[in-house]
């Protein structure tokens, strides 16, 4: 893939977005590189640790003020929330289908598994392919 975003004939369309990626994944890098984590003195501020205050808005810690902390503090409430359903609906899905599986004992793979037992057709998956 390198090889073929640094030729010289690479349409400039095609070039514009991979520098958009790029330029993403460094901003994205460099956020995680400074969030925030316990230190071995057991606190989690660094002066050079930024706290992400949503809506693409960072702060140093160094700078952060008592609003920033609020502010903070109840993304990461939010966030732990969603993580929490999200695994919910992850360990729903799998615990149906182990069961699926036990009582459809002929079938070895879950794509065989989905079609048989929850009627899966290849319409339901149309929503998650690129570009559709």
């Known amino acids: 893939m390198r090889d073929q975003l640094a030729r010289d004939d690479l349409d400039p369309g095609i070039r514009a977005a991979a520098l958009d990626t790029l330029a993403q994944s460094l901003v994205t890098g460099f956020g995680e590189h400074r969030n925030p984590r316990r230190k071995r003195n057991g606190s989690l501020f ?24 609020l502010q903070w503090s109840r993304l990461s409430r939010r966030n732990r929330a969603r993580v929490d359903e999200a695994d919910s609906e992850i360990q729903d899905y799998a615990d149906q289908r182990i069961d699926a ?12 598994l989905e079609r048989v037992a929850f009627d899966w057709t290849e319409a339901d998956g149309q929503a998650h392919l690129p570009g559709l």
């Open 46 to 69: 660094h002066p050079h640790d930024i706290l992400k205050l949503g809506n693409g808005i960072w702060v140093w810690m160094d700078r952060a003020t008592d609003s920033d902390l």
């Open 101 to 112: 599986f036990r009582i459809h004992t002929g079938i070895k793979y879950l794509g065989e």
